[in-house]
């Protein structure tokens, strides 16, 4: 019993460290009379993991010739698989046809394997994943301590194997964005609807720590005012309040930075739900902080999205004034234009970058620079 509770105590700790299996494998291995394991999977190609008392001579030919040939990953044989339940491939192993073939032959009995019993751990439409144990021929009947003792572990194996993968894609998606918004150019900031920094990248980080305009206090983002706090404040919380179609919250704020300089632009923004979802839905980024520096390389990022969109020289011009904050009438002004003819580039921005409105716009720019 108390070599039972350590395994499953081992089985969960693989879920942080992967590393670990090596040693689970191990545990079942000695534990059930095996010869030898292998974690495999089949995703496209086969894979194996975590092996037990198999010479890396026949792991590689196995990867390499023989799990195209395997009778055990025929797509009718695959079916079977249930993860979290446990099975013998006597019905294969025990008939002439498989005596007879070149995978028995030339891959299982030389290493002495007359038998398998495999514990289901993962399954998809296109892929699977599954604990083999490999017995030999004065252990081939699996004894019914032993089968208890694989019936007992195989949900807990299961229940891992499924929280380790979740982890995986979730730290992935992370890394994604993460890369992303670092490459993006501007200062990139995720905020909880507590207005707590989820994510900052490399120049949010730099305008922190210049602290000017904005700063971090106990993991909350705080601006140089409290006027401006409490707008962000606000943002963050309406951002998160946000329902599937109900419209695109957002807000625009200036950052003053005093000395004749002109102010630094935060466009606040909402992310969607599906699009952060974390296991256990802990700090879950409710919106999105962009600052831009108008005085800083804020031209050619103009550049580049208009030349992705197909805007005129006119239209790139109103972008970068829509973009820095200014509203219609102001961007006019600044264009030395009729307001007339700004809304008229206003709708053929709109056009030609699938929006509908300002905020749209804006947001669009952001994420194509991401």
């Given at each position: ?129 599954c604990l083999v144990l490999m017995r030999s021929a004065d252990a081939a009947w699996v004894e019914p301590a032993e ?224």
């Open positions: 019993m108390a070599d039972d509770i350590d395994l499953l105590g081992a089985i969960y700790d693989t879920i942080i460290d992967p590393s670990g299996w090596d040693g689970v494998v191990r545990g079942i291995v000695r534990a059930t009379n095996s010869g030898g394991a292998a974690a495999r999977q089949l995703a496209g190609a086969a894979h194996v993991s975590a092996v037990c008392n198999i010479d890396p001579f026949y792991v590689d030919a196995y990867l390499q010739t023989y799990s195209k040939i395997s009778p055990f990953l025929l797509p009718g044989t695959r079916s079977r698989l249930v993860p979290g339940k446990v099975w013998a491939d006597s019905y294969i192993t025990q008939t002439e046809s498989y005596k007879a073939s070149a995978f028995y032959n030339e891959w299982a009995r030389p290493q002495g394997w007359d038998d398998f019993v495999e514990i289901g751990l993962l399954r998809a439409p296109d892929a699977f994943s089968w208890h003792l694989l019936e007992t572990l195989a949900p807990h194996l299961k229940r891992a194997a499924e929280v380790h993968q979740l982890l995986a894609r979730e730290r992935a998606a992370k890394e994604s964005l993460g890369a992303g918004i670092a490459a993006a150019g501007f200062a990139a900031f995720l905020l909880s609807k507590d207005c707590r920094v989820v994510f900052a990248n490399a120049k949010a980080e730099e305008l922190l720590r210049r602290g000017e305009r904005l700063r971090c206090v106990q993991g909350r983002l705080i601006a140089a005012t409290a006027a401006l706090t409490e707008r962000i404040a606000a943002l963050a919380r309406g951002a998160a309040g946000i329902k599937a179609g109900g419209g695109d919250f957002g807000g625009t704020i200036e950052l003053p930075c005093g000395a004749g300089r002109p102010a630094l632009i935060a466009h606040l923004f909402p992310v969607a739900a599906i699009r952060t979802a974390t296991i256990f839905d802990i700090e879950r980024p409710a919106a999105a902080l962009f600052v831009i520096d108008p005085a800083a390389n804020f031209g050619a990022k103009i550049e580049r999205f208009a030349a992705l969109h197909g805007l005129t020289a006119a239209e790139t011009k109103c972008v970068a004034e829509l973009v820095r904050g200014k509203g219609v009438p102001a961007a006019a002004a600044r264009l030395k234009i009729s307001e007339s003819t700004a809304r008229s580039h206003c709708d053929s921005i709109f056009f030609k970058t699938a929006t509908n409105r300002q905020g749209e716009l804006i947001r669009r720019f952001f994420e194509t620079g991401i």
